[in-house]
């Protein structure tokens, strides 16, 4: 499971798993086991309000129509701090048209912060996509709703 997108190539990312996370791709590589992670931040994540998002959308749609648009996600940074300091990784946002609304920021936040205080099991959302691995990937009203459950304690196929 990933912070962001998966990546493609050596492109950079992180990669949570059971024992903790990685970084991976070009000059960032390591691996933080949960018990020595202190803290996870996100930062420069493209979130917007709802009505933001459907103007964006909106927008995105038309360049891309005309040929002008980019299918490139944004890149965020994810700092991970131990007893040793801060390391700061880079990532890419998994795409969705015209970005983010802050509640999904905010729900995914609460749930990494899971992660790390040992309240959430990393293994029982990977298993969740791997079962509906063929729908998809849910729309943004399905996503928040899975990240709230997710994010205030529950996890079901």
Not at 49 to 78: H, I, K, Y
Not at 82 to 106: C, F, H, K, N, R
């Amino acid at each position: 499971m990933y912070v962001g997108a998966e990546p493609e190539g050596y492109a950079r990312a992180v990669r949570l798993t059971r024992d903790g996370l990685e970084g991976l791709g070009t000059d960032q590589r390591g691996h933080w086991g949960w018990a020595e992670v202190r803290s996870v931040a996100v930062r420069d994540v493209r979130a917007r309000s709802s009505a933001r998002l459907f103007a964006s959308t909106a927008v995105d749609m038309a360049l891309n129509v005309v040929g002008v648009g980019t299918d490139l996600p944004g890149l965020f940074e994810v700092h991970v701090e131990t007893a040793d300091g801060t390391v700061e990784l880079d990532t890419y946002a998994a795409p969705a048209i015209g970005g983010y609304v802050q509640s999904e920021y905010d729900l995914s936040v609460a749930l990494l912060e899971r992660f790390v205080a040992g309240t959430a099991d990393v293994d029982a959302l990977a298993e969740w996509g791997r079962a509906h691995a063929g729908e998809g990937t849910p729309g943004r009203e399905e996503r928040e709703a899975l990240l709230r459950k997710w994010a205030e304690g529950a996890v079901e196929g």
